[in-house]
């Protein structure tokens, strides 16, 4: 069965940091790229981060300097280091994976449940 395992989002006052952690339970070919998307309400889910087996990143413009994505292949786990947060970044942060790079929603194979981030101002 498949499982993302997500962790890490809360309340953080604007400025703060938080780092969400996702394990997957997924063989090594569906983890090829894993990473993040955000949602609010109305909007559609948009790339944060994701990071590719053999370290290959991309980030969306809006988190370009102040988010860092990582892994570790031997757990299969991705991380997203989250800093200098915006009341703008608050969101329901979906962990993602896929066997081709997951530059949008269409290249997902894998959802997690989703984790709530608040910024406040």
């Known amino acids: 069965q498949v499982e993302l395992v997500e962790s890490g989002g809360g309340l953080v006052q604007a400025g703060g940091s938080l780092r969400l952690s996702c394990a997957a339970s997924?063989?090594?070919?569906?983890?090829?790229?894993m990473g993040w998307f955000r949602q609010v309400p109305g909007k559609q889910r948009e790339l944060v981060a994701y990071?590719?087996?053999?370290?290959?990143?991309k980030y969306g413009d809006s988190v370009k300097g102040r988010f860092a994505i990582s892994r570790e292949n031997d757990k299969n786990t991705v991380y997203l280091q989250m800093s200098s947060l915006k009341p703008d970044d608050t969101a329901v942060y979906y962990c993602?994976?896929?066997?081709?790079?997951?530059?949008?929603?269409?290249?997902?194979?894998?959802w997690g449940q989703g984790t709530r981030v608040t910024v406040s101002s």
């Open positions: 990071i590719t087996f053999d370290g290959v990143r």
């Open positions: 997924i063989g090594a070919a569906a983890t090829y790229s």
């Open positions: 993602a994976c896929g066997f081709v790079r997951t530059e949008s929603p269409n290249n997902v194979n894998y």
